[in-house]
């Protein structure tokens, strides 16, 4: 069966530090891989995807994804944090072949320290 | 504004009371789910329909029923809510379920508790 595995449930650092929140999935056939963003009591965002090709995504608000296929991971970076970025991140993949299905991490709660 | 919306945003109910929460998208997308959102856990999909009159079960479908007469909406039916329902809601949609991007967007949530 299909997982996916978010390493911290929350990550704290301070404003203009770099981050990365973690995520590794399993599957036996190929995936499509997002990451979405939840603000304070407001939906998912979408930041990034990968789908094929360049293994290094770039997403919005200067966020970007490496899709390692040998390690079944796809780790999220920021260079530089500001308080705004503090949120609830989700890893998700998808099945091309399951209707669209979308399977989610647990989550990691980032929060930005001025 | 292409958007999906979600009504009500809150809810407060009794064990057993049935109630239904609407979710409409105006981006004529074929594909709507509807997930529940729990600490710890993420969120778990519940229904999904490719298109009208066309739904399946996702990975939590107990308790819970939908029905897709129109494109534009996707309405979840707690028939006899219970507490364990107790819980963040989102729907969201997707232009197709076979395309490449498989972007979904999602509605803001309603938040139910079941007393």
């Known amino acids: 069966a299909q997982s996916v595995t978010q390493l911290d449930s929350q990550v704290p650092v301070f404003e203009e530090a770099p981050v990365e929140l973690r995520c590794n999935y399993s599957s036996s056939v190929s995936v499509y891989l997002f990451w979405y963003v939840q603000y304070p009591n407001q939906g998912l965002q979408l930041l990034l995807k990968y789908l094929s090709g360049s293994t290094l995504v770039k997403g919005i608000n200067g966020f970007e994804a490496e899709f390692n296929k040998s390690q079944t991971s796809f780790h999220l970076r920021k260079p530089s944090v500001h308080i705004s970025d503090t949120a609830e991140y989700f890893c998700?993949?998808?099945?091309?072949?399951?209707?669209?299905?979308?399977?989610f991490g647990q989550g990691t709660e980032l929060s930005v320290k001025p | 504004e292409a958007q999906v919306t979600q009504n009500p945003r809150y809810l407060i109910t009794v064990t057993g009371k049935k109630l239904t929460v609407t979710c409409s998208q105006n981006m004529n997308h074929e594909y709507m789910s509807w997930y529940r959102q729990d600490p710890g856990l993420g969120l778990r999909q519940i229904y999904y329909s490719m298109n009208v009159e066309v739904t399946d079960k996702g990975d939590v479908p107990e308790g819970y029923k939908v029905s897709r007469k129109e494109k534009r909406n996707f309405p979840l039916i707690l028939e006899s809510p219970s507490p364990n329902q107790t819980s963040l809601y989102f729907c969201?949609?997707?232009?197709?379920?076979?395309?490449?991007?498989?972007?979904?967007?999602f509605g803001p949530g309603t938040r139910l508790t079941v007393l």
């Open positions: 969201a949609s997707s232009p197709d379920y076979a395309g490449v991007s498989n972007e979904q967007f």
């Open positions: 998700a993949v998808s099945l091309g072949n399951q209707g669209g299905k979308l399977i």
